[in-house]
């Protein structure tokens, strides 16, 4: 652990952690030293594991099991432990050499053992130690082949029932109960190294089903159960692997597994079995689904796994089918539906669905607006700009807004007929509230249509302010009652947002005085607002930093 210092601790856990680690110095016990290694507890509100090790470049990292350390945060009990690492660092190689030797001591000890004795030895531990007692149970039920021992202690390790308050597994027990539901995972994957490869596979089904039914009962924050179901799914596979199961009840397992809830939690994926299927498992794995799916054509369960097949299988008519039977009324699916055929090299097709789900939108408004873009993007490729014009004028006149204004201009700039476009557009914005009007004409650097629009229709204050930054240089008078306007807004407002906005007001309004020729005037009203808002401290402050 060399090269370990306060300043390293401090920047790894943060001044807070550091600070409160100073108080658990005290509560250090059974420091154990490894080879780039340190152990020990740390008592808190409860007895916490911690360990240190150097990391790479000489950079310290730690695990402890209190809470906050299973978030991987750098806690105090580290900080503790640091700190002691440091106080005995000159102790160190003696310890580790002590250590060293403690380990060699007991190997050569055991080495020396009759079995008779090793026996005795380990049967004192396990009538002293529950945990080592149940590991070797279970261990020794896989290896002995008792597959009604093993599936009862399998039941007992993934039962919630002991680490549950009222029935749930709070955080703090979370992976302690993971930590024994791995137990499981290793003794059926002990059961196919041991030859009994149809046992562990019908326990690692069984297992999944349990594990599945408490997941809602666990607060998984860390994602550890998913882990060990992502670990059940490889014992499971190794076990078919060694089996060799009926490739018919494989293929009707992986469908009603790929249907079930347990498949959130421990996904499998049938086609990691088209070896062990074979020709006819994989045609009855395609059987099972569409029965599955003709069964429930909208469940999102069965439409994902005939897709996936039908998508392996290259069969494009039947990924078509299934997102035919449940299409949504924006139009989305119908994008979907044309993008495989894209894939498929069947663009026409593609253009058939594309234009359909603008037909069977009932109100364009509602549309999925990438359809829209999908579509205008196909007729600009084939030279129909007429055709991409009348679609964006459709979806504009449903949608008024400046975006969809802004996609129709593009259109009709590129067909040449923008400015007739245009004219019917803004009529179509005058028709509302006329506040998206002002956008439009904004958009189009048209400015005194803009300026026209806003006194007829009522801006609100981003376009009033929008409309005299744009106009500042050419139209200084009118941009200066703007500012002014929204400047006597601000006055009544604190907090340093408003007085930043208040400040870029000003320097705004001594240009417009500037260009006018009105310096004095400025000065004068500069020198009132400080008199009136005085009592802002930060105000002045900044004001004072810009000059006015």
Not at 66 to 91: M, R, S, W, Y
Not at 277 to 304: P, S
Not at 396 to 409: C, G, K, N, P, S
């Amino acid at each position: 652990m060399g090269g370990l210092t306060e300043a390293k601790l401090r920047v790894l856990a943060g001044e807070r952690s550091f600070e409160r680690g100073l108080g658990y110095v005290d509560a250090v016990s059974g420091v154990e030293v490894g080879d780039g290694w340190v152990r020990a507890s740390v008592r808190g509100t409860e007895r916490y594991e911690v360990e240190l090790r150097l990391g790479g470049r000489g950079r310290p990292t730690g695990t402890c099991d209190c809470p906050f350390g299973q978030e991987g945060n750098f806690c105090k009990h580290l900080v503790a432990l640091g700190l002691t690492v440091i106080a005995q660092e000159a102790d160190l190689p003696r310890q580790l050499e002590s250590a060293r030797d403690r380990a060699c001591g007991l190997d050569t000890w055991l080495s020396g053992l009759s079995r008779e004795e090793l026996l005795t030895l380990v049967r004192d531990e396990i009538a002293e130690d529950r945990p080592l007692r149940r590991r070797l149970e279970l261990r020794a039920a896989s290896a002995r082949g008792d597959l009604a021992g093993t599936r009862l202690r399998i039941r007992e390790l993934l039962d919630i029932g002991p680490f549950a308050q009222y029935g749930y597994v709070e955080y703090a027990d979370s992976r302690a109960y993971v930590d024994q539901a791995g137990q499981a995972v290793s003794a059926i994957r002990l059961l196919t190294a041991t030859g009994r490869a149809s046992g562990a596979m019908a326990l690692a089904r069984e297992a999944i089903g349990l594990l599945a039914g408490v997941v809602e009962s666990v607060d998984d924050s860390d994602g550890w159960l998913g882990r060990i179901g992502a670990d059940l799914a490889d014992a499971h596979r190794d076990a078919c692997r060694a089996a060799r199961p009926d490739s018919e009840e494989l293929a009707h397992w992986l469908v009603a597994h790929a249907l079930d809830d347990a498949a959130d939690l421990t996904y499998i994926d049938p086609l990691d079995y088209e070896e062990l299927l074979g020709e006819q498992g994989l045609m009855a794995l395609r059987r099972y689904a569409t029965e599955a799916w003709t069964a429930n054509r909208t469940g999102w369960a069965e439409k994902y796994l005939m897709q996936r097949l039908a998508k392996s299988g290259q069969d494009i008519d039947t990924v078509i089918a299934v997102h035919a039977t449940d299409l949504a009324p924006n139009g989305h699916t119908h994008l979907l539906i044309a993008r495989e055929l894209d894939t498929a090299a069947r663009p026409a097709e593609a253009l058939e669905w594309a234009e359909r789900g603008i037909r069977d939108t009932e109100d364009l408004a509602g549309v999925d607006t990438a359809l829209v873009d999908d579509i205008t993007d196909r007729y600009t490729k084939a030279g129909r700009l007429a055709d991409a014009v009348t679609l964006r004028r459709d979806h504009f006149a449903a949608r008024r807004t400046l975006l969809t204004y802004q996609q129709l201009r593009v259109a009709a700039v590129a067909a040449a007929c923008w400015p007739p476009e245009r004219e019917n557009a803004l009529d179509l914005l005058r028709a509302d509230t006329g506040r998206d009007l002002v956008d439009a004409l904004l958009d189009d650097k048209d400015i005194d249509a803009a300026w026209q629009a806003a006194g007829e229709y009522g801006a609100h204050d981003g376009q009033w302010l929008t409309l005299a930054d744009l106009s500042r240089l050419t139209r200084p008078a009118d941009a200066l009652a703007v500012y002014h306007r929204l400047a006597a807004r601000l006055t009544r407002e604190t907090g340093n947002h408003a007085y930043e906005q208040l400040v870029s007001l000003l320097l705004s309004i001594r240009d417009c005085h500037r260009r006018l020729g009105t310096p004095d005037d400025f000065a004068a009203y500069v020198s009132d607002l400080r008199a009136t808002q005085k009592r802002k401290r930060n105000l002045m402050r900044l004001m004072g930093e810009h000059g006015l």
